[in-house]
């Protein structure tokens, strides 16, 4: 089974940018489609962004779309997801995961963190005001 594991948060001010990293070990991770999911304190955890395995589909949430970018570097066996202007509202722990093959066939699968197979451990960003 594939492990993950999230990098690159941090505490940053509103305004300003941070990139993610989600790294994959003992599997290619060019066999998952992976997503990005985020979790305030006492808030549910919810989807942020989603990429196919070779990218050919990439979906957002509509709180990120156009500040965010999510991507993926197969060859490092690794998925990022850049973030830019930054809000306090996107504080929160943000977990990436991984679904293996056959992976999804629509957006419904995407944005579900039920039908996600693998999970990092977390990586905590926070915004400042």
């Known amino acids: 089974q594939v492990q993950l594991v999230e990098s690159g948060g941090g505490l940053v001010q509103a305004g300003g940018s941070l990139r993610l990293s989600c790294a994959a070990s003992?599997?290619?991770?060019?066999?998952?489609?992976v997503g990005w999911f985020r979790q305030a304190p006492g808030k549910e955890r919810e989807f942020v962004a989603a990429i196919s395995r070779m990218g050919g589909n990439i979906y957002y949430a509509d709180s990120v779309k156009g500040r965010f970018t999510i991507s993926r570097d197969n060859a490092k066996n690794t998925v990022y997801l850049q973030m830019n202007s930054l809000k306090p509202e996107d504080t929160a722990v943000y977990y990436c995961?991984?679904?293996?093959?056959?992976?999804?066939?629509?957006?419904?699968?995407?944005?579900?963190?039920?039908?996600?197979?693998?999970w990092g451990q977390g990586t905590q960003v926070t915004v400042s005001s």
């Open positions: 995961a991984a679904k293996g093959p056959p992976g999804f066939s629509d957006r419904d699968g995407y944005t579900s963190s039920r039908r996600y197979d693998y």
């Open positions: 003992r599997r290619t991770v060019s066999n998952y489609n």
